[in-house]
């Protein structure tokens, strides 16, 4: 099971932190991920981290601005998210999975999913 947290309401330019716990059957996880919905819109890839590796991936749009990365001890990844900006407000989710490197963008990567958490960006 994987919990998401962290979301919330924040003005352009700021910041904001999403937190995504695992829980359960960890051992099948190799990688985690995150994507977001906005309204409207079909759910799109923002970052993911595969441990095997230690590889990351971004989507162009948030690279340089978000940071994907994790705590072992506490089996969660954290979103670090600077320099919002309103077109990022979507429900964010996070997933794991053992994504390989043609499917760690897609949502076919991936077969445990969060709840998803609402960030919502004011100009």
């Known amino acids: 099971q994987l919990q998401a947290s962290g979301g919330g309401l924040v003005q352009a330019g700021g910041s904001l932190r999403l937190s995504c716990a695992a829980s359960?059957?960890?051992?099948?996880?190799?990688?985690m991920g995150w994507f977001r919905q906005a309204p409207g819109k079909e759910r799109e890839f923002v970052a993911a981290?595969?441990?095997?590796?230690?590889?990351?991936y971004y989507a162009d749009s948030v690279k340089g601005r978000f940071t994907i990365s994790r705590d072992n001890a506490k089996s969660t990844v954290y979103l670090q998210m600077n320099s919002l900006k309103p077109e990022d407000t979507a429900v964010y989710y996070c997933a794991g999975g053992r994504p390989i490197t043609s499917t760690i963008r897609r949502e076919v990567g991936y077969t445990a999913w969060g709840q998803g958490t609402l960030v919502t960006v004011s100009s």
């Open positions: 359960g059957s960890i051992f099948s996880i190799n990688g």
């Open positions: 981290i595969r441990w095997s590796t230690n590889t990351i």
